[in-house]
């Protein structure tokens, strides 16, 4: 298909700019409809339209937004002008939106450096026709079973549709991802054994258990979570690759890690210490160097860098902690994540899920097949002294946690999230964690409410 | 009680190992063995295999799968004939199939077992709510598919469809049950969603009096979905 624009596409430029202007005196979010329109009004939209000059896409199943929200903030602060689809959806319809916005009236793009987080199972609908200088590939899990089905399907998808051109920035700790777009050029970044390192699995799940090329058994030096870790094929070689980007030295309690490269090794501080998010830094530590930034510029901008409020929040209330951390539902890594960093953490906790995806349950029911695959076995730890289910799947949570061998004393479970949140027991405990889904920030705050207005009456009580 | 899986190495999608875990809470006793893909299934040979349990699995694992279990076709064959009892979820019943048919119309050519094809549309997933009947007692469940199954399962259907879909868009009979056999394309924890079907494979499997591990949970929650679900369906 031809990328010479046509008078359609002048068009529908003109079109989508005014639905753009329209939406935003209507104070509406115009961060999907104006691409969505210009794509159904002609197709070859995104080929025809000029990109910026640099494109740094971010896609994987897990990270993506906090990857693109860090490096956004720093290149702002950095005083960089760019476009980015922190606003906006990261399937075609809100890149084209994006674009758009970044664009002339005549089609000519506006900025010459764009960040674009790009789900991953839009590829083919978005690689055709905008080719990232540097693509981040943060992992690749199974994620909704519905959309996503399972990471042979997903990587199956970015192999067709990756330009070749693109210069791929991978973690090298996970077989799957780093085996992806392998004609290309390639960044790997990894992080060094770790003493919290396994020499078994102890997830349900692995997305890669055997070798895909002898189907012999993979084994593993070590594993740190799910599949990631580094392995390798007993049989005939195939195994995780050597990182060009390496966290070797980790102190967690003085937020400090070193990374090793070909030439240089340098500290950074750390803004957040979960693994995850650690990998996360990595990555965009990598796409700032690319950018030109020094050790000390990167360092710098990380300083008072948060990971975003409705991913992680963390307040002292009274005596209490109240943590707030996304646990996206129908994902079970990122459930199997969240529930790992709980048991983990000091101290004695209670734990709130509200882990039911609204928007699916608004369309008839949750498919709760996924509950299966996350790991709610980590939750059944002696530091954990009381469970709160809510939400319209409940009673499937409640039978998950019996499943996991927790004990129903432990479990309270209610459909309704304040009479659940109000049987919340403070003694004994010193965290109060709260995992939510991304569609269930609202009903966080009413939550976190009422386990401030249930610390506060303890507090009354205690005076009197 | 034994009960063996299948690959669980492959056959291990959309949670639909929930089951075996379920089968394991109900049968505390019961021994489960798992049977990876290297080695020769142990049904074949062993005598005393209470269930031959295969899960969800890859389109490429089905290629696996399939080259791996051909030697046995016979011998499994047999098995059913003789009354095995085995419960296949989710795509893994394509594996004994006459064939798998790709979008490109090439095939894979399955064991033969069964009189029925399936045909993959990758860039189309499937994803509905079912409700259906089994004997007596209703069952509800969850389907995400790229392939839809076809053939003339009327002998030898396992549920009827009362919302949802068949084994393709077109049928209203859903899954294959031959003798003690039964294949369903509802995924996940099938036997926790459905505790009265649980019930009824626990009998066929030989256990006189089976009794459902948390079954005051799992029958509540039943009911609240059985109502939901018929609310969508009107």
Redesign the interface.
Known sequence: MSNKKTFKFYITLWIAKVSSFALKILRRNATYFPGKIALQLCPNFLGMLEKPKTIIGVTGTNGKTTVCNMINDILSKNKFDFINNKYGSNIDGGIATTLIQGSTFTGKAKKQLAVLEIDERSANKIYPYITPTYLVCTNLF?DS???N??T??MADILNKYIPKETIMIENADDIICSNIANDNSKIYFSIDRLPTDLEKCEN??RDI??C?KC???LEYEYVRYHHIGKAYCPKCGFKTPKADYIVTKLDIKNKKMTIKTKNAEEEYDLINDSIINIYNMLAVIIVLKKLGFSQEKINDSFKGLKIVETRFSQEKYNEYEIITHLAKGMN?IACSRAFDYIRTQTGKKAVILILDDLHEEAK??E???????ADYEFLNNESIKQIIVAGPRY??S??RL??ANISPEKIVYKKDIIEATSQLKLEDIEKIFILHDLYSIEETKQIKLKVKELINNKEEMRKI | MKIEVLYPELCNLNGDIGNIKYLQKCLPDSQIIETSINEQPKFINEEDIALVYMGTLSERSQEIVIKQLKPYTENIKQKIEHGQVCLFTGNSVEVLGKYIENEDKSKIEGLNIFDIYAKRDMLHRHNSFYLGEYEDIEILGFKSQFTMLYGNNEQNYLFKVNMGIGINENSTLEGIHQNNFFATYLIGPFLILNPYFTLKLLKVMGIKEPKLAFEHAVLEAYNVRLKKFKTISN
């Open positions: 199974r079973l519905m959309r089905a399972h042979e399907f349900i799940t258990r055997i895909p189907y012999t058994k079970p008839g029911s498919d709760t097949a996924w509950q299966y695959d009673l499937d409640y039978i019996l499943m």
